[in-house]
């Protein structure tokens, strides 16, 4: 299989490393490797090599942010959102929930039309159980 990348012009083969790579998939990158041995280690390995810290920050400084996010949230460079999210404390903003109720809420009649003069009285229903049915 090496001998089919070999056979391959180099830039077909340099550009899968670099696209392999930016994917978030370990190829080796070592000037005493050719591409065409590094890519087949990459293919006929059991196990994917997982990227260290320093090789991710390494491929960001030369290269770009990867593709695979989970590779920029490791580099430390993109901030990780979901550790970010915290709670709020109201009490900062002046409002206290202590003792507040809730409003009660009026359900009109929507199918009566507004302009319609009519004799007839909307019926009007208090909400006050929000699980109950009403009609």
């Not at 006929?44 to 920029?72: C, G, M, P, S, V």
Request: aromatic fraction near 10%; charged fraction near 20%.
């Amino acid at each position: 299989m090496e001998a089919i990348f070999k056979a391959c012009s180099i830039i077909p083969i340099r550009n899968l490393q670099n696209l392999l790579r930016y994917q978030g998939i370990w190829v080796e990158k070592d000037k005493q490797v050719t591409i065409a041995r590094s890519l087949y280690n990459t293919l006929y390995k059991k196990d994917q090599t997982e990227w260290t810290k320093e090789q991710i920050l390494d491929y960001i400084r030369t290269n770009r942010l990867f593709a695979y996010f989970k590779l920029n949230r490791i580099s430390g460079l993109i901030p990780d959102l979901f550790n970010q999210i915290r709670p709020i404390d109201l009490r900062g903003f002046g409002i206290n929930l202590i003792g507040q109720s809730t409003p009660s809420t009026q359900v009109t009649d929507r199918n009566t039309p507004v302009n319609q003069n009519t004799d007839q009285i909307t019926p009007v229903v208090q909400v006050t159980d929000p699980q109950a049915i009403y009609p």
